[in-house]
């Protein structure tokens, strides 16, 4: 069949094989030009590197960077629909089906276990397999998005929401179907919807997962977690700090403080990791963003300091995780935002905000940019890809 994207709204419900192929080669080929990496400070290359989230975005390209930067081992955790002759399978699929293909040839151990991270029954399966082929962690990635959550306890299903807190919230927002520049209004959280948000994005599960790890005893002395977190400046504050999410992301720097005291005995270490704006499945799917990105995207590309998710964790690695100096905040948090943040980014792309409008979108800011990394995610839009061949949704994969 020929692949082409099935775009509805903030969602694709597609992927191209070849095209996420070709993207997990490129993110490859960009960490492979920084190395080698030589660790400086208290903590040694890792050598066994578990990624919970492991599939897209950020989890995706911090396997690829301890892989291919660190040659690391790796573990990785995820959920994703396999493909069948007549559908495909989803991007993470691919994604992750190419990864192991890469890191077999170049002779690193890499697995990855397809299921639901939150479940105790995961956990259970990823400590033996860390038992029989690892031994021990020397860091944990987290880098869960979901929606949705079932307590591995009680088994009662939540779902986070998207709202402010106290009052309603009217910003200017770009409807993505239609190019047309408006405003959104969302109205305020319940306090359940609140609780309810913070049982999904909070730090919870993270918690669980570490204290799994811990009482297996498969964490490894010097053993360093990072959970990450997007906080934003004045635009998105509304909607990502005093907002529903940000009562989630307090609750992941409590859980940061929490497995700090608890991997102190190991000489082991947690933090969350502060990272950029960039388009995701989720981001895409949060009023402001698409129009807040755009115009970032045009401000950032012009003074030469646009990053994606690989570039991100090439400097995560190298300049918070394995450094003798990690950039790091008051709160303990690693920060590699300190592009977007910077006064003279946020000035400009302020400035630009109050002027956008739907007739003007193209000139002001790069959506076109927006929408083609937005394709991206899902394989299509890729140098080199040919799209008008007839290809097949089958990928061989040997996910446990």
Known sequence: MVISPKVRGFICTNAHPQGCAANVKAQIAHIQSKAPYEPKGQYAAPKNVLVIGASTGYGLASRIAATFGYGAATL??????????????????????????????AG?????????????????????????DMGKIDLV??????????????????????????????AKNLNTDTQEVGEVTVEPASDEEIATTVKVMGGEDWELWINALSEAGVLNEGVQ?????????????PIYGHAT???????????????????ASLKGSAHVGVLKAVVTQASSAIPVMPL??????????????????????????????????????EQQRFRVDELELSPEIQAKVEAIWPQVTSENLNDLSDFALYQAEFLRLFGFGVE???????????????FL
């Open 76 to 105: 990785g955790v995820f959920f994703e629909k396999p493909p069948t002759e007549r559908k495909t399978g989803s991007a993470g699929y691919y994604n992750s089906a190419a990864f192991e293909q890469a890191a077999s040839e």
């Open 108 to 132: 690193i151990y890499a697995k990855s276990i397809n299921g639901d991270a939150f479940s105790t029954a995961c956990k259970e399966q990823v400590i033996e397999q860390i038992k029989a």
């Open 141 to 170: 990635v987290y880098s869960l998005a979901s929606p949705r959550r079932q307590d591995p306890v009680t088994g009662e299903v939540y779902s986070s929401t998207l709202k402010p807190i106290g009052d309603s919230y009217t």
């Open 225 to 237: 977690t990072v959970a990450y977190t997007y906080l934003g400046e004045k635009l998105t504050w």
């Open 245 to 263: 999410i940000g009562k989630a992301k307090e609750d992941l720097d409590r859980a940061a403080n929490a497995l700090r005291d608890q991997l």
């Open 292 to 329: 807040y990105l755009s115009i970032l995207f045009k401000v950032m590309q012009e003074e030469g300091t646009h990053e994606g998710c690989i570039e991100q964790l090439q400097r995560l690695f190298t300049e918070c995780l394995y450094t003798d100096a990690p950039r790091i905040d």
């Open 384 to 398: 080199g890809v040919d799209y008008d061949a007839d290809t097949t949704p089958l990928v061989e994969a040997n």
